[in-house]
């Protein structure tokens, strides 16, 4: 379940290729037999913790990978009717979940991410709100895992990707206001999906994965178990996988998570959003970036509708 490896070590020949690599495991780093404790966060983190659940809205909408590609990602905000053509905030009081993964193999990073951030205060202010979560690859850049950056990509953040990503810098402290699991009315929203033990321990799996990233638990060597241990929130392909879900499993977390439904990211799915166990699991990552050219298409969840699937044009 956890795995114990080593540090892995950015080299000249990180794979910058522009066809997909291989499904990543977890990263490697070092960690003590016996398995990894459950997340916690550092004594002396002066983060608060978020509320791990909000009310349900009448509109919410949720997008899957974009990975550094910014006109997919505008694509797909306009595609759930969030902006309009000058990438301004119409959505109103609708809520948007981004579930993660807005960084490496593509050039846009930090535009994307200053996007976000923009509307996410635009949104606020029209009684809305744009809920950005942790992905995998972003934890994964804060270790220095730098193995799906393009060469435009490590030129971005002023040419300093690692001091700006890594625990505690500019960058990694504004990713710290974000979490890795949300819940929103009946509906839990995480990268890769919420199961066995990982259900009891979302208010210490987000902070801790804000703590470390603000600079106050451990340095890129030291991350938080969230992303060493392969069935984690941000790792676990459980979920992902067409006709391999354990839809049990899911009954049994979303029973101890409160909630009627899963929608999870991480795990392209070609042929766009899938379903699975009876509207209970959604998959929404299509691949959305120009590197797959999947189709742009996002979830609706709108209160007293079933989930519909809208979709865009890409730009």
């Not at 393009?150 to 810098?169: H, K, S, V």
């Not at 402290?173 to 949300?182: E, G």
């Not at 839990?188 to 259900?199: K, M, P, T, Y």
Request: proline share 7%.
């Amino acid at each position: 379940m956890r795995r114990a490896l080593a540090l892995l070590v950015v080299a000249a020949s990180c794979d910058h290729s522009h066809e997909p690599p291989a499904p990543q495991s977890a990263p490697v780093v070092a960690l003590p037999a016996p398995p990894a404790p459950p997340p916690v966060a550092q004594p002396g983190c002066t983060l608060a913790p978020h509320p791990s659940r909000s009310a349900a809205p009448a509109e919410l909408v949720a997008i899957g990978d974009v990975h550094g590609d910014l006109s997919a990602a505008r694509a797909a905000l306009r595609a759930a009717r969030a902006i309009d053509d000058h990438d301004r905030w119409i959505g109103g009081a609708m809520t948007v979940v981004q579930t993660g993964d807005l960084l490496d193999r593509g050039d846009d990073e930090s535009k994307i991410l200053e996007l976000f951030e923009r509307l996410a205060g635009e949104a606020h202010a029209a009684g809305g709100q744009l809920i950005q979560l942790l992905g995998n690859h972003e934890l994964m850049n804060a270790a220095g895992d730098f193995r799906y950056v393009t060469p435009g990509g490590m030129q971005d953040f002023g040419g300093d990707r690692a001091g700006a990503l890594g625990p505690g810098g500019a960058w990694a402290r504004r990713l710290a206001a974000h979490d890795v699991i949300a819940i929103v009315g009946d509906t839990v929203f995480s990268h890769a999906g919420v199961l066995g033990d990982w259900v009891t321990h979302v208010d210490d799996t987000n902070l801790a994965a804000r703590c470390w990233l603000d600079g106050q638990a451990g340095d890129a060597h030291h991350p938080p178990s969230v992303l060493t241990s392969d069935d984690s929130p941000v790792w676990t392909r459980a979920l992902g996988t067409a006709g391999a879900t354990d839809c049990g499993e899911l009954d049994h977390a979303l029973a101890a998570l409160g909630a009627k439904r899963m929608v999870v990211a991480h795990t392209v799915q070609r042929d766009g959003i899938t379903s699975a166990c009876d509207g209970k699991l959604w998959r929404i990552d299509v691949g959305l970036a120009r590197l797959y050219g999947g189709p742009i298409e996002v979830l609706e969840l709108a209160r007293g509708a079933p989930p519909r699937v809208l979709r865009g044009e890409r730009l």
